[in-house]
């Protein structure tokens, strides 16, 4: 089965930029989104189609895929930032997501 | 207002079952895909099923392939989920969400989740 592997932890300091990669074979060849999650809440889909971004999501996160690595990168990082992010791609009919990977802002 | 919301969520035993559903509102509830996600406490996110529009294709995860069954009634803008045979392993919270229904659009609205928990 397909899988898509992230760091399970990312550290930024606040004002600096971030990137979370996520790994899968020929994940450029697919699309990928990034679902952001705070602590109780629902996740939020802050990338699609590899590099869009949905209406109300920040401009500083953007998005690339490429090869076997797609990465959400956040600009200017601020505390609310703080989350998990999930990367989320399709292996035929199927939907996988990565393990998330835990954003600190220090 | 976009409201997804779920309900259904209980204690139930191995062995079980459950039915959980899925309300929507403020869209047109019928020109989206539906999905039900899980998360364990304390884990990622993992994909259940997903029903097309009008219920053509319907796909579910190997992990529940046989026990889960999704459906959808557009007349009530609902989604269901019928769990049979649950285990310990299928204790999350289960969430709706919708997706457009075009490539690399994924799930751009979720509902608030419902908790399911397996334990004797």
């Known amino acids: 089965s397909y899988e898509l592997t992230q760091p399970p932890s990312v550290s930024v300091s606040p004002g600096q930029t971030a990137s979370i990669t996520c790994s899968g074979d020929?994940?450029?060849?697919?699309?990928a989104c990034w679902y952001q999650q705070k602590p109780g809440q629902s996740p939020v889909q802050v990338i699609y189609?590899?590099?869009k971004r949905p209406s109300g999501i920040p401009a500083r996160f953007s998005g690339s895929n490429s090869g076997n690595t797609a990465t959400l990168t956040i600009s200017g990082t601020q505390a609310m930032d703080e989350a998990d992010y999930y990367c989320?791609?399709?292996?035929?009919?199927?939907?996988?997501f990565g393990g998330g990977t835990k954003l600190t802002v220090l | 207002e976009l409201q997804l919301v779920e309900s259904g969520g209980d204690l139930v035993k191995p062995g079980g079952s459950l039915r959980l559903s899925c309300a929507a509102s403020?869209?047109?509830?019928?020109?989206?895909?539906m999905n039900w996600v899980r998360q364990a406490p304390g884990k990622g996110l993992e994909w259940v099923s997903s029903?097309?529009?009008?219920?053509?294709?319907?796909y579910y995860a190997d992990s529940v392939k046989g026990r889960f069954t999704i459906s959808r009634d557009n007349a009530k803008d609902s989604l269901y989920l019928q769990m049979n045979s649950l285990r310990a392993e299928d204790t999350a919270v289960y969430y709706c969400?919708?997706?457009?229904?075009?490539?690399?659009?994924?799930?751009?609205?979720w509902g608030q989740g419902t908790l399911v928990t397996v334990s004797s």
């Open positions: 969400a919708r997706a457009i229904p075009s490539a690399g659009k994924g799930f751009d609205y």
């Open positions: 403020g869209f047109t509830f019928s020109t989206y895909n």
């Open positions: 029903i097309s529009t009008s219920s053509t294709y319907i």
């Open positions: 020929k994940l450029g060849e697919k699309f």
């Open positions: 189609e590899n590099r």
């Open positions: 989320q791609a399709w292996d035929s009919t199927t939907v996988v």
